[in-house]
């Protein structure tokens, strides 16, 4: 299992597509990916899940993966919440 520390420096807050992509995003891989807050803990591959996370800038969280391709999962959507491009 991977587990990396994130701040959010995409602005999503409210809109529907930074969320949507990253649940397509986490949906490449086969690894369980999860965000993590203080209070919760979302299935990245879950668009309802993913809705109720309310991402924001400058907010902590952490990135978890488990599975063949954790590696690529974390460092994916660590790329992408924190303004790089993802590859």
């Keep these: ?27 490449q891989y086969e690894s369980k990916i999860y965000l993590e807050t203080e209070n919760k803990r979302i299935n990245a591959k879950s668009i309802m899940g993913m809705m ?3 991402l924001v800038q400058g907010e902590s969280l952490t990135v978890s993966a488990e599975g063949e391709d954790e590696e ?3 460092e994916s959507l660590e ?8 590859s």
Aim: hydrophobic fraction near 45%.
């Design 1 to 27: 299992m991977i587990k990396k520390p994130v701040v959010v420096q995409i602005t999503a807050g409210t809109e529907d597509r930074p969320v949507a992509l990253i649940v397509q995003m986490a949906s």
């Design 52 to 54: 109720t996370l309310r």
């Design 72 to 74: 690529r999962a974390a």
């Design 79 to 86: 790329k992408y919440l924190t303004g790089q491009t993802a």
